[in-house]
């Protein structure tokens, strides 16, 4: 059973579900809350808040649970946002019974993000989509649109 919090609820969409759907009908599902948000976006608190073909916005507002030992807000928050955003970029242009898994990623952390920063804002955009191969990159920013962050990635395309 989905949990739910505000108007998005937290879960899985079946692999049979997603047959029946584009990737870009199933990433705006997401969007509207038509769909469920995986459990990891209920965990860190970020929003999947706009896409099309080729294109994905995730925002979060950085809070004291992203930290790191030292104070910090966790790499990882910048790096699940980046992978997410990336990768659904890619799936975003796959037509009904394709699905794609990410093979690799890059990163690069360019500014310390605390939650003083306030909200930021991933944003992935496919730079190549083959037949079987899908690169994206992506870029982290603030309020102010500094780059906080940015990434490639690979992804592999599959029928699913």
């Keep these: 059973m989905p949990s739910r919090s505000g108007n998005k609820t937290y879960g899985t969409v079946s692999a049979d579900e997603q047959k029946e759907m584009s990737g870009l009908e199933f990433v705006q599902g997401l969007v509207k809350g038509s769909l469920p948000l995986n459990t990891m976006a209920k965990t860190l608190g970020y929003d999947i808040t706009e896409a099309e073909n080729g294109r994905v916005v995730i ?19 910048s ?8 990768g659904l ?15 690799e990623f890059k990163i690069s952390l360019l500014r310390p993000i605390t939650p003083d920063t306030g909200l930021i804002t991933a944003e992935g955009v496919v730079l190549s989509r083959g037949r079987r191969v899908g690169t994206a990159e992506g870029r982290i920013t603030d309020g102010k649109r500094r780059l906080l962050a940015h990434g490639t990635t690979t992804c592999l395309i599959f029928s699913s």
């Design 59 to 77: 925002t979060v507002e950085p809070n004291d649970t992203h930290l790191n030992p030292a104070g910090g807000v966790h790499g990882g928050l």
């Design 79 to 86: 790096a699940t946002l980046l992978d997410s955003c990336m």
């Design 89 to 103: 970029a890619i799936q975003s242009t796959l037509e009904k019974g394709v699905s794609s898994t990410t093979l």
